[in-house]
């Protein structure tokens, strides 16, 4: 699998926000994709040396609009450690 294929976007919330100054950094990425690939792809992308990678399947929310009920989509989070020392450039704009 191509490696922009496998990151689909970065997480940008408080709580990841909190988790970059311990060199933590999280992804969505591809349902399909498991660790190796994730850190090959981020090596690839950001030049940069993955220590650690740990995968979670975010399950789908309920929702209701109007009278019906549903759920949100299902997707996966990568979450990434890089020693330190290393960043992620488009987390620094952020």
């Known amino acids: 699998m191509d490696a922009d294929r496998v990151i689909i976007e970065p997480l940008l919330t408080e709580k ?4 970059r100054e311990s ?9 399909r994709a498991n660790k190796l690939e994730v850190k090959n792809a981020l090596e690839q992308m950001f030049d940069v040396h993955p220590l650690a990678c740990r995968i979670v399947n975010v399950k789908g929310k309920p929702k209701r609009v ?9 997707w996966k989070k990568a979450i990434v450690t890089l ?6 450039s488009i987390f620094e704009g952020a």
Not at 23 to 31: E, K, L
Not at 83 to 88: K, N, S
């Open 16 to 19: 990841t926000n909190r988790m």
């Open 23 to 31: 060199h933590t950094y999280a992804f969505r990425v591809d349902p």
């Open 66 to 74: 109007r009278y019906r009920k549903g759920y949100t989509s299902a």
């Open 83 to 88: 020693p330190p020392g290393e960043t992620i």
